[in-house]
């Protein structure tokens, strides 16, 4: 039986309940997430944050240039929403690679220009590694709650 402290994963995977799980655990990383779940998700959350991103972007433009309190507001909020999408997705690839068995320093291969990114990719595409790894034990002994 899984321990829902580790897990990120729904029972149902589709692109409303990952996003859901996306939003929930946006900043925990100490947790592992399902294939399923981590690429349902990260179209949901590329959805949401393109249609925030695009709508706080035709504010900014449509402000008049003396308007410049409100055309920051909606600067400020588009770049809220790209940094929440960031981080969102980052710690959902760090919650793959723990349910990989390996650690989240992993994610720093990003930096390697093209290299990285593909690393990532396969990373991300393979399956779960079993279900007692490593992390599931680490987690649990720390009492992760």
């Given at each position: 039986?899984?321990?829902?402290?580790?897990?990120?994963?729904?029972?149902?995977?589709?692109?409303?309940?990952?996003?859901?799980?996306?939003?929930?655990?946006?900043?925990?990383?100490?947790?592992?997430?399902?294939?399923?779940?981590?690429?349902?998700?990260?179209?949901?959350?590329?959805?949401?944050?393109?249609?925030?991103?695009?709508?706080?972007?035709?504010?900014?433009?449509?402000?008049?240039?003396?308007?410049?309190?409100?055309?920051?507001?909606?600067?400020?909020?588009?770049?809220?929403?790209?940094?929440?999408?960031?981080?969102?997705?980052?710690?959902?690839v760090i919650?793959?690679l723990h349910?990989?068995?390996?650690?989240?320093?992993?994610?720093?291969?990003?930096?390697?220009?093209?290299?990285?990114?593909?690393?990532?990719?396969?990373?991300?595409?393979?399956?779960?590694?079993?279900?007692?790894?490593?992390?599931?034990?680490?987690?649990?002994?720390?009492?992760?709650?």
């Amino acid at each position: 039986m899984k321990n829902k402290n580790i897990w990120n994963e729904s029972n149902k995977p589709s692109l409303i309940n990952s996003t859901k799980l996306y939003f929930q655990d946006m900043f925990v990383g100490a947790k592992r997430m399902s294939r399923a779940d981590f690429w349902w998700g990260l179209l949901g959350m590329t959805i949401v944050a393109a249609v925030l991103i695009g709508l706080f972007g035709w504010l900014v433009t449509v402000m008049s240039i003396n308007d410049f309190y409100w055309s920051a507001v909606w600067s400020i909020a588009m770049v809220m929403t790209l940094g929440y999408y960031l981080i969102s997705i980052w710690n959902a690839v760090i919650r793959r690679l723990h349910d990989r068995n390996l650690r989240g320093w992993w994610m720093l291969s990003i930096v390697l220009p093209g290299i990285g990114e593909l690393i990532m990719i396969v990373l991300a595409c393979l399956p779960q590694r079993n279900e007692n790894n490593n992390w599931a034990k680490f987690v649990e002994d720390d009492q992760y709650v």
